[in-house]
């Protein structure tokens, strides 16, 4: 049953995905973060005073995997297309003018998108519901946006799961903007069983919480992407946080490397850092390399 349930989430479904009783999910499957072949590539966030510094170059950084210095490169992060998945908490909770607010500030992200980047929604309750895959044709999830309808519980483990999933082994950089108003009550994947896929992604996720936050995975989990966890007072506030969000990642450094006096398999704790004093780096801890073949 277990297996079968994970198999479920990760595929591409249209429909909701709902909880048979009593099921409990099987160990995540594994999210490509590969280190074989094409390298290692890590989004990196520097800032200064909390506003993103530009103009950097690889020469600027310092990367250690498992504590080795590796030689890095450095892309052009405006080369790569952008993929936008929305995993969007619709459970009963966030009726009315919460509602309201994430739509508009959905709609605004998507304003903010490019010709070549691509968008996706999934949306969660009791249940979790692919309702857009990734998609240029940003009009699909606009008009799915405006079929929401609030009820349920909230499955959020399950949602952000199936998020990694959607953007699992995509081309271009993957950023997840998770949004909800309250803690887990539906999921059948534990917290330890997604924040293993969220170390085994490359994608960046970042949660929206509004009205205050009790006891969460979600730092842990956002923390492991090189994301962050933004809490806001009011759903008054979501546009411009999710405006903030995609500007910030569109500012990211992508620095690649092949891992090199390293180990080729199992976790490999990464260290970069910036040869300036006063800057903040914010990056993935840690990755997961394929055993060599």
């Known amino acids: 049953m277990r297996a079968s349930v994970l198999a479920v989430l990760a595929a591409a479904a ?66 790569l297309s952008l993929n936008a998945v929305l995993a969007l908490d619709v459970s009963a ?14 709609h ?18 009791q249940a979790v519901s692919p309702r857009v895959p990734l998609s240029t044709d940003l009009g699909l999830v606009r008009a799915a946006l405006a079929s929401l309808a609030p009820s349920g519980e909230t499955a959020l483990m399950d949602g952000i ?10 081309p271009g950089r993957s950023l997840v903007i998770v949004y909800t108003d309250g803690g887990d009550t539906a999921s059948w994947l ?25 006891r969460s995975p979600l730092k842990e989990l956002t923390d492991a992407t090189g994301g962050d966890l933004l809490v806001v007072d009011s759903s008054t506030d979501l546009g411009g946080v999710f405006g903030r969000i995609l500007a910030g990642f569109r500012s990211r450094y992508v620095l690649t490397f092949t891992p090199t006096g390293v180990a080729a398999g199992g976790l490999h704790r990464l260290d970069v850092h910036v040869r300036r004093s006063g800057l903040t780096v914010q990056a993935r801890p840690s990755y997961i390399g394929e055993p060599a073949s």
């Open 14 to 79: 249209t429909g909701p995905i709902l909880r048979p009783a009593g099921a409990r999910a099987a160990g995540p499957q594994a999210a490509a973060f590969s280190s074989r072949v094409v390298g290692v590539r890590v989004d990196v966030l520097v800032t200064e005073r909390r506003n993103p510094v530009v103009g950097l170059t690889a020469a600027d950084f310092e990367l250690r995997d498992n504590g080795v210095a590796q030689t890095i490169g450095l892309l052009e992060s405006s080369d």
């Open 108 to 125: 605004a992200l998507l304003d903010g998108l490019r010709a070549a980047d691509r968008a996706a929604l999934i949306t969660f309750n």
């Open 161 to 170: 799961y199936t998020a990694l999933m959607s953007a699992q082994s995509q």
């Open 190 to 214: 534990r917290p330890d069983e997604v924040l293993e896929s969220a170390r085994r992604s490359s994608a960046v996720v970042y949660a929206v919480v509004v009205g205050g936050l009790r």
């Open 93 to 106: 909770s966030t009726s009315g003018t919460r509602l309201t607010d994430l739509v508009t500030a959905s």
